[in-house]
């Protein structure tokens, strides 16, 4: 009897380890390449002109003055440590001590926070609020405080005098700012927003989607980045997928993840995305026995075993189907690959068993094979026969038979159609096993997607 090897699930760390944000990048307005290539000529009332012009002489005045100055270098070198904080600990370290450096400055603009409100109240024309829009803009960088830049850019929106194409710019720079204050729903909104105004998916959609998720929505929130994928097509980013992926395992939704995992590989297949797909989906959906072969097998074939556990769960599921042939080559091939170790108690118990067992087993392959080419076999006799001649690399003898179970009274169309494809991808079948693959709808349609994924990118030589 083999021992059992119980371990941590260690490769779905890869799905927690991805990086549970997307990244996009805010715009910033203090920059001269962020404004428009021509200003609209402006008109401001009478009334605003000295208001504004005081505003504005005492912001330039208040970014020289050296106690802005040092506040406001305080403040950015506790930003840069926000930023390349690592662990969860640390980054809340860091972030109080980027809080308390933007306190800390507020107090010395509070003049010029009093002028700016002044100027706002002030204002009475669409012109008087855009450049209210820009006071509000400057003192919000100087001072570096998200909600007084956020104002400033809703208040240049709600002028009516943004230009169409720089609309999702401002919607985009509202949104993530609301995000910094973990304002989800306001981030929501002005995701949705650009969305409609016309940012790329990438700029919007994968926004929104961020804005869901962390606001502990993820329904809404992966059906935001699916559209982001399907929208941006080609062009949709393999770390766009990775959340998906990583998002939904942690969701605990099988569907989801299967789906962002099927994508994943079906656009970039390297060795790691194999791995991450394989391992969530085989997790979050429990599969067992052939089922769970099935996906272990495409490991084996993806290349993308990365620890002990891979080849130790795959060993066992053939010892207890009794397939000892794969069993022995599976061992064979962790001890190459270093990850199994040949005195180790569970490997050699396994090889012992496989190797007590396999010669008789090989021996009786002509006899079941006879078996279940008879006209009185049943769906079973002939499945269980396939299973076999599939796990001794005898795939062409595999595929002959599961053909035949598929005529016989009840037979497992789901279970058979996949060992199908299967035994077609180990030809190089790959048309014939997507067209298998594709009959298979039931709880196992996660491993055939995966499968299908798989033909489909050899199909196109990758």
Avoid: C
Avoid at 176 to 181: F, G, I, R
Avoid at 257 to 265: G, I, P
Avoid at 336 to 364: C, W
């Amino acid at each position: 009897m083999i021992r059992t090897k119980f371990f941590a699930r260690t490769t779905l760390g890869l799905a927690l380890a991805i990086g549970m944000t997307v990244g996009t990048a805010s715009p910033v307005f203090a920059k001269d390449k962020d404004k428009p290539a021509e200003a609209p000529k402006l008109s401001p009332s009478k009334a605003f002109i000295p208001v504004y012009v005081a505003t504005k002489t005492a912001i330039e005045a208040a970014q020289k003055r050296p106690d802005v100055m040092a506040g406001r270098q305080a403040a950015i070198a506790a930003q840069t440590e926000m930023n390349n904080a690592q662990g969860k600990s640390a980054k809340a370290a860091a972030l109080a001590k980027f809080n308390a450096a933007v306190a800390a400055l507020a107090p010395l603009l509070a003049t010029e926070k009093a002028a700016v409100d002044k100027a706002a109240a002030t204002a009475t024309t669409a012109d008087d609020k855009v450049l209210t829009g820009e006071l509000q803009l400057s003192l919000g960088e100087l001072s570096m405080d998200s909600r007084i830049k956020r104002q400033g850019a809703q208040t240049k929106l709600d002028s009516g005098k943004v230009p169409v194409a720089e609309k999702p710019k401002y919607y985009m720079v509202i949104g993530n700012l609301s995000m910094d204050l973990k304002e989800y729903a306001a981030a929501r909104t002005a995701f949705q927003a650009a969305s409609d105004a016309g940012a790329a998916p990438g700029e919007a959609l994968v926004s929104l989607s961020d804005a869901y998720l962390k606001d502990n929505q993820p329904a809404p929130g992966l059906k935001a980045l699916q559209d982001a994928v399907v929208k941006a097509g080609p062009a949709a980013q393999e770390g766009w997928i990775k959340y998906g992926v990583a998002s939904a395992y942690r969701a605990k939704m099988p569907n989801e993840a299967a789906m962002f995992s099927n994508e994943l590989v079906n656009m970039f297949p390297t060795k790691e995305n194999w791995s991450l797909a394989i391992a969530v989906v085989r997790d979050l959906n429990g599969y067992q026995g052939h089922d769970q072969i099935a996906l272990l097998r495409l490991m084996q074939r993806t290349g993308s075993f990365v620890e002990e556990r891979d080849y130790v769960e795959y060993v066992q599921a053939l010892s207890k189907r009794g397939l000892p042939g794969e069993a022995l080559k599976i061992i064979d091939q962790g001890v190459a690959a270093g990850l199994l170790k040949p005195a180790d108690e569970f490997v050699s118990d396994a090889r012992k068993e496989a190797n007590a067992r396999v010669t008789n087993d090989r021996a009786s392959l002509p006899g079941q094979e006879r078996e279940a080419r008879g006209a009185a076999a049943s769906a079973a006799t002939v499945t269980a026969a396939a299973d076999t001649l599939l796990s001794y690399d005898q795939p062409a003898k595999a595929e002959e038979l599961y053909k035949i179970a598929l005529g016989k009274p009840g037979v497992e169309a789901a279970r058979v159609n996949l060992q199908l494809g299967i035994a077609q991808s180990d030809q190089g079948k790959w048309a014939d096993a997507q067209a298998s693959f594709a009959k298979v709808s039931d709880t196992r349609a996660p491993i055939a997607q995966l499968w299908s994924a798989y033909a489909k990118s050899k199909a196109a030589g990758k």
